[in-house]
């Protein structure tokens, strides 16, 4: 096979879900003396959701990377999918992808969402967009009102490949979102004058902050928080710090987890663990490389796919308060990372033998961690203990 057979195979892999019916007690796969988990379904039948997020009344969103967004009781009703978004680019990784609640929200109802945006009259492709509206009404008689998007990822791009993305909402109410390299665009992702594989951070009306650290530079898209990115699958804020932290996608190997600060350049495709598809050659160089940031953590050979991150600041879990977790796809686990201060000194894998791909995790009001598994059928699940 030629080098782009492969790489359309490993792409076309890379989708692949798994069908499977969730048991309700999970044993942790990494130590025997760790207290089993036990998934207990809160949603069921979704097509494959991409992000959970939770209101302030208990209600929860979740999308779907076809195109919907849905609103959920705690009891496992569920809406039909809310009218009013904007078309959806939806096929390959691309679609609805992250939900966000403005921190303000009971005062401005406001919520947040990317999608991949098709391309408009006179362009090709599409691109990552951001959206905002307002969600009002009670119950599952929510509804959107005053949609509109907000930011628009440039250039389009015609690939099906690395949307992205997380929206994060720092300390000040700015908005962090993570945008992928379009997988054909790789290279773009050292250029400051586009936003292919970056993080943009922009205000709730998806304007450049004066603040941001390439502001007024001549040359380089005003947006930019951080550039060397390929493909961000999850991102929080770190509790203590405030700094974002991000997991992002590797090709063959070389997934990463980043503490992304501002004006920094992290590497791809220049410096990366990460190797060629199928064929496993060099792409950049490992580093560490002056002027590139190295990782905390990076998983090599074979890439564990991370997606969605929180950091656990909940006492539900003994010992575990403080601990990062993300869910992964390829990997089919979640990952329980350990930290000391800006340092992970440990991995856990748990629900090893769960068989499903994890898309997001998330920690609710009530203090337990859900997850939400990919795929046709995917479920919401509360970890219990």
Known sequence: MTPQTLLSLAASLSLATTAFVAPLAIATSAQAQTPALKPVPVLRG???????????DGRMLVTERPGRLRVALANGELSPPLAGLPAV??????????VAVDPQFAQNQRIFFTFAEPAGPGESGNS???????????????RLENVRTIFSQKPKISSRNHCGSRIVFDRSGALLVGLGDRFSGKDEAQNPANHIGKVVRI??????????????????????????????????????????????HGPQGGDEINRVQAGRNYGW?????????????????PGPKAGFEQPLRHWVPTSVAPS?????????????????????????????LTLDGASVTGEERLLADFGQRIRDVR???????????????????????
């Open 46 to 56: 979704l097509d494959s959701p991409w992000a959970l997020a939770f209101l302030p």
């Open 89 to 98: 680019s939806a096929g390959g990784q691309c679609g609805l992808l992250d």
């Open 128 to 142: 990552t967009a951001v959206g905002s509206a307002r969600l009002v009404g009670d119950g599952l008689a929510a």
């Open 203 to 248: 205000s709730a009306e998806g304007q450049a902050l004066p603040d941001n650290p390439f502001a007024g530079k001549a040359g380089t898209a005003p947006e930019i928080f951080s550039l060397g990115h390929r493909n961000i699958q999850g991102a929080a804020l770190h509790p203590q710090t405030g700094e974002l932290w991000a997991v992002e």
């Open 269 to 285: 495709p220049l410096v990366t663990f990460g190797r060629n598809y199928g064929i496993g050659t060099a792409i950049g160089e």
């Open 308 to 336: 969605g991150l929180v950091f656990l600041t909940s006492d539900r879990y003994p010992g575990w308060k403080g601990s990062a977790f993300t869910g992964t796809l390829r990997g089919q686990a979640l990952i329980r």
């Open 363 to 385: 920690q609710g009001p009530d203090g337990w961690l859900y997850i939400v598994t990919d795929g046709d059928g995917g479920q919401v699940l509360r970890l219990e203990r």
